[in-house]
Every structure is written in C-alpha cells, then in structure tokens.
T-cell receptor
Framework: DGGITQSPKYLFRKEGQNVTLSCEQN?????MYWYRQDPGQGLRLIYY???????QKGDIAEGYSVSREKKESFPLTVTSAQKNPTAFYLC???????????????FGSGTQLSVL | DQQVKQNSPSLSVQEGRISILNCDYT??????FLWYKKYPAEGPTFLIS?????DKNEDGRFTVFLNKSAKHLSLHIVPSQPGDSAVYFC?????????FGTGTRLQVFP
C-alpha cells in the first residue's frame, strides 16, 4: 500500500541533544513537508521540499534542519537550538504545484516529541 | 500574521443536528481552500475542497460554502454523527504550500 511512514511514534529528547524524525513515502510524490502541531496553534510549516536536493524554510524553521537526498525520504532534525521542541510533528507529501490541479496533501501519522 | 483564522476553538453539537465550522482568511489572492479532519495522535485527512470560482461544494453530508467578498468559508455537516468528533482544519492554497488555520475541535454528543 502507498503511504507516508513516520517513525518513531514517540520520541524523547534530553537537554542539549539533537534528534532526528524519519519520514518516508512511497507515493512517488516530489514535494514533502514538515508541520508542527501545538495546542491552539494549528499546523505550522517548518520546512518543505519541492524536489530532491532542494528545500525551503517555512514559517518556523529556526532550530530545525532537513535534508532531501532521496525522493522518498525527508528527515527532520530537531537541534538543541530549538528551545521548545515538545510538539506533535507531521510529515506530508504531494505532487508539486497548485493543489487545485493535483492530488491533495497526504499526511503521515505523526511523531510526538517530548523533552525529558 | 495569521492568514487563515478559525476563531472558534471548539464546538459542541448534538447528534443529528447541523455542525457549522467557520474559517476566515486575509489574502484575497487565495483561490483554493481545503478542509482536513484530524483525530488525536493521527495525521489529518482530506475532507473537502472548494475553488474560488464556486461558492458551494457538496460531498455527502459535507458542504463547504465560500463567500469571497467576506473572505469567509464555512463547513456544514448534516446530520452530525459521533464519528465526526475530531479537530477540523481549514487551509488555503499558497501556490506551493498550504497555510492552515488553528483548528476547531468538534464534539458530537448523543
């Protein structure tokens, strides 16, 4: 079955530690996205990538880094510079371009990151 | 600045009645809008969308209305069912990414 796989489901970060959240898709989508969900703040875009080896900052990129070495994979690293990392992280993918003319944004099941 | 706003954080509706979820936007260049439904600890799933060339789009129990002059859209669920209890996000197409609202938690009680 095609879909988006995020791992792990739950992740704990110690003070000063970098952690990496995995996102893999087999939908053959060119575009991939990372969103963060906080209570009362909806979904905020962290980073997105329209094509391999290229990515752009979203609205809240500080303290995060990404890579896009393969079409299927878009890992997110939460660095020690991110002072408030506790949140629910969602990865998504789509065909590139206008959402009215292509498939909608498809989401993974999320990773809950907590700080120890 | 929040370009897509959902001013009601929560809504409680009795089963069988109508649920109306509202969304406002500030950018008149937005021309395509989507609604997503999200259960706890899961990713959002696409529900329904509308293009700015229309003022209404219907899919079963779900209807989305768009008022371009007011920069306002609403999602109507009729009749509401307990399984509709979830967080609903509206989103605007900003060319290469979606901008989401803050979400409205809908609770449908028996």
């Amino acid at each position: 079955d095609g879909g988006i796989t995020q791992s792990p489901k739950y992740l704990f970060r110690k003070e000063g530690q970098n952690v990496t959240l995995s996102c893999e898709q087999n939908l053959n989508h060119d575009a991939m996205y990372w969103y963060r969900q906080d209570p009362g703040q909806g979904l905020r875009l962290i980073y997105y990538s329209q094509i391999v080896n290229d990515f752009q900052k979203g609205d809240i990129a500080e303290g995060y880094s990404v890579s896009r070495e393969k079409k299927e994979s878009f890992p997110l690293t939460v660095t020690s510079a991110q002072k408030n990392p506790t949140a629910f992280y969602l990865c998504a993918s789509s065909k590139p371009g206008h959402f009215a003319t292509n498939e909608k944004l498809f989401f993974g099941s999320g990773t809950q990151l907590s700080v120890l | 600045d929040q370009q897509v706003k959902q001013n009601s954080p929560s809504l409680s509706v009795q089963e069988g009645r109508i649920s109306i979820l509202n969304c406002d936007y500030t950018n008149s260049m937005f021309d395509y809008f989507l609604w997503y439904k999200k259960y706890p600890a899961e990713g959002p799933t696409f529900l329904i969308s509308i293009s700015s060339i229309k003022d209404k789009n219907e899919d079963g129990r779900f209807t989305v209305f768009l008022n371009k002059s007011a920069k306002h859209l609403s999602l109507h669920i009729v009749p509401s069912q307990p399984g509709d209890s979830a967080v609903y996000f509206c989103a605007a197409d900003n060319t290469d990414k979606l901008i989401f609202g803050t979400g409205t938690r809908l609770q449908v009680f028996p």
